[in-house]
């Protein structure tokens, strides 16, 4: 018996050895490498790609000083004019009756003075009544001059030479004082107005010269750098750049915007 069942044990054992699968042997795994360190010869960026709005230099809005009626807007949205030239007229019928009465009423205080004049050398009148009707002059030309002045606010002249933006009033409207009738800019000279990071400070000065594209147009003109911003913004640490464009294209007009290419000088 003993014999027997060693025989049988072992051949249970080779039985179950042979219905496993014999493990593959396991396959070389290479040698993690390090990772990679950048170069420190690596070049640094030396270009720098910013968006910039064009902005008129002066701008402002036209308002009535007086209150009254629009007679003719002579120019309209779009259109060019010349410092000192006309662009609004006023109804100031009203306010020109009122300067010939103050006229008439200088003129009677000036005969009346004048008469008060003669008989006070002959001692018809005492000096008060001399100096009262010398103060009725004074009072007569204050007033005229008010009315010259007023009807020298019936015209609505160009500041400076530029060109119509917007027109906020229409013929026959009546007008309050302060109330805008036209928004204006001076398109003369275009300026670049955009934002750059404090750091740029280190090269970027006044005059520095560089081209902007505009995508209105696609062209890129020649700009230069004007004014830099009085101050740095402490959180996000950046800083107003003004520039001007080089030259005077026609097809420039504000509003439009491109990008800008700023290239730091040799060594920086």
């Known amino acids: 018996m003993t014999g027997k069942l060693r025989a049988i044990l072992g051949g249970m054992l080779l039985c179950a050895s042979s219905a496993i699968p014999a493990l593959p042997a396991p ?4 040698a993690a490498r390090p990772p990679s360190v950048q170069s ?18 002066r701008y402002t809005t036209l308002s009535s000083e007086i209150g009254a009626r629009i007679s003719h807007i002579h120019l309209r949205e779009g259109e060019h004019f010349k410092a000192g030239q006309a662009l609004v007229g006023l109804d100031c019928s009203l ?11 200088l ?28 103060i009725e002059i004074d009072k007569a030309r204050a ?37 805008p009738v036209l928004e204006i800019i001076d398109d003369g000279a275009l300026e670049l107005d955009f934002i750059v990071p404090s750091k740029w400070l280190a090269w970027l000065k006044p005059h520095h010269k560089f081209h902007v ?7 890129t003109y ?9 101050r740095v913004d402490p959180i996000i640490q950046s800083v107003k750049i003004s520039a001007v464009i080089d030259g005077n294209f026609k097809e ?11 290239v730091p000088p040799t060594g920086k």
């Open 95 to 105: 306010n020109a009756a009122q300067r010939d009465r103050a006229r008439a009423v």
């Open 27 to 30: 396959s070389a795994v290479p």
């Open 143 to 179: 007033e005229l001059n008010f009315s010259d002045a007023t009807l020298s606010k019936c015209s609505i002249t160009a500041p400076y030479n530029g060109r119509i933006a917007e027109q906020k009033a229409r013929e026959g409207q009546y007008l309050q004082a302060g109330q």
């Open 40 to 57: 420190s010869s690596t070049p640094a960026l030396d270009k720098f790609e910013i968006r910039a709005q064009l902005a008129a230099r």
């Open 252 to 262: 420039l007009i504000a509003g439009m915007s491109g990008k800008i290419e700023l």
């Open 222 to 230: 020649p700009a230069r750098i004007q004014r830099i911003g009085a």
């Open 107 to 134: 003129s009677a205080a000036e005969n009346a003075h004048a008469g008060n004049k003669l008989l006070a050398e002959h001692n018809a009148i005492g000096n008060v009544e001399l100096r009262t009707s010398a």
């Open 213 to 219: 594209f505009i995508d209105d147009t696609q062209k």
